[in-house]
């Protein structure tokens, strides 16, 4: 075998090189099309954290108006891992985007040595294969906590199914411990993922303490968790009044909104997942274990989309909205896609397949390297806004509710829509509060409007009135 076969027969060249791939315009501004704003909510805290103070239990937003900004939200250790690299480099946000792909390279590892296993050479390398250049390609270099968290879960469940199985049992149990916890507290629902323990724990091949022990430690997670998300979090958005963090919705109301807008839902799964091509080979590898009875992976395909669709109720629409929340169901579609590529008699015709599948993957996600140009200015306003008002000055923005431009004005304040800033009670409302500048975005974010305040700034990009 040549050298360079044996180079390409190995799935960690394969994530070495899509690793280096996504490293193209990695220093961008989180400005590209798709979720921005979410990103910039994440870079508000981690730059708060650097600049007002590192209280990790403390995170603060922009979009605060006159408040503190303190307010609960996922546990930020994304965020604060920005603000650690920025204490000894200078703060910048591009610093999200690399932390976050070298985890979830790291986490596509784990994965592969998961699915290794429990399943062939062969399946395992397809399935991570597959799930490089899922909805997690992308994501994986945003400023976002999904694929990090799913990456935390992956090498926590690999280290727990180690002390399951008897290997060296206090390492593999303190790293089960801690990489779970992390990965959880990061971004809630990831742990839909813990479900799959449940065969291991039941199963006749682990000895009754280390279950008990297992089982013991869980709970623990657990406790801190539900502690964090269930006190802590309301706790401080109730105290400093600032609600910020999305805590889902009752089950009754998240099934009648996914009901209601099934083509979105579905679109989720057929599109956003692992694309076209690959949602077809997942039906086909879903079909052959059902036909070869393959329990083991009926048994995790059922149990992790049961365990998935109370996440899916719980969020309702908001999962079919926004496509990260499609991003902790990924891998197991990876593996159940990887299950009919496994089957293929000639193993030619199961690489055509994968060409086909990174012939639709990397095309269609092109767009999310580059940044509309109009979309740019934003960085301008930052500067014009230093020259007519100081930073500690509250301002209102025309972005409707999205917070991205607030961030780059490196201001606290308001985001509303043109009919609300035309509301003279809403305006002299927020004046009571604090409010001195109104900023009007012509080109990106926001649409031009002539307002009755002394203009200080006119340009092709912005309007700011003074109040």
Not at 193 to 217: A, D, E, M, Y
Not at 413 to 440: C, P, R
Request: aromatic share 18%; glycine share 6%.
């Amino acid at each position: 075998m040549s050298s360079l076969k044996i180079f390409f027969s190995d799935i960690r060249s394969w994530i070495l090189l899509f690793f280096l791939l996504r490293l193209f315009a990695i220093t961008d501004p989180p400005l590209e099309a798709a979720h921005n704003w979410r990103q910039t909510t994440v870079t508000m805290a981690a730059r708060n954290f650097y600049e007002t103070g590192p209280e990790l239990l403390y995170p603060r937003i922009d979009i605060c108006g006159e408040k503190t900004g303190i307010t609960g939200m996922e546990f930020p250790l994304l965020n604060y891992l920005i603000f650690l690299v920025s204490k000894v480099f200078g703060y910048a946000h591009w610093y999200g985007r690399l932390i976050n792909l070298i985890v979830s390279c790291f986490g596509l590892w784990f994965f592969y040595r998961l699915v290794l296993k429990y399943f062939s050479p062969g399946l395992a390398f397809k399935a991570t294969y597959l799930l490089i250049l899922s909805v997690w390609f992308t994501y994986s270099r945003k400023i976002m906590p999904d694929t990090f968290s799913m990456s935390f879960l992956l090498a926590g469940f690999y280290y727990g199914s180690n002390y399951l199985d008897g290997i060296k049992k206090n390492r593999n149990l303190i790293l089960y411990g801690l990489l779970v916890l992390l990965g959880v507290l990061s971004k809630l629902p990831s742990g839909y993922f813990l479900i799959l323990f449940s065969p291991i724990v039941l199963g006749n091949n682990t000895g009754r303490h280390q279950k008990v022990v297992f089982v013991g430690v869980s709970v623990f997670i657990g406790v801190i968790i539900s502690a964090y998300y269930f006190y802590w979090v309301p706790y401080i958005t109730n105290f400093y009044g600032l609600e910020h963090f999305f805590m889902g919705k009752s089950i009754t109301q998240g099934l009648s909104e996914t009901l209601q807008n099934l083509d979105e839902f579905a679109d989720k799964f057929y599109m956003e997942a692992l694309g076209v091509s690959g949602f077809l080979i997942f039906v086909a590898g879903l079909v052959l274990a059902i036909v070869k009875k393959n329990k083991r992976l009926l048994l995790i395909f059922t149990l992790a989309l049961a365990a998935f669709f109370v996440v899916i109720l719980k969020s309702g629409f908001a999962f079919y909205h926004h496509t990260y929340y499609i991003i902790p169901f990924a891998p197991i579609m990876a593996l159940v896609a990887a299950y009919a590529l496994e089957n293929i008699r000639q193993i030619k015709w199961a690489y055509v397949l994968l060409a086909v599948y990174t012939a639709e993957a990397i095309p269609s996600k092109n767009h999310d390297f580059y940044i509309k140009e109009q979309n740019l200015a934003i960085l301008q306003l930052e500067e014009t806004l230093d020259k007519v008002s100081s930073r500690k000055d509250l301002i209102l923005i025309n972005s409707g509710n999205l917070p991205t431009p607030i961030y780059f004005a490196h201001r606290k304040g308001w985001v509303d829509s043109n009919e609300k800033l035309q509301d003279t009670a809403y305006i002299n409302n927020l004046k009571q509060k604090g409010l001195k500048y109104i900023v009007l975005l012509k080109r990106a974010f926001g649409t031009d409007l002539t307002l009755s305040y002394p203009e200080v700034v006119n340009n092709v990009n912005f309007r700011v009135y003074k109040l």
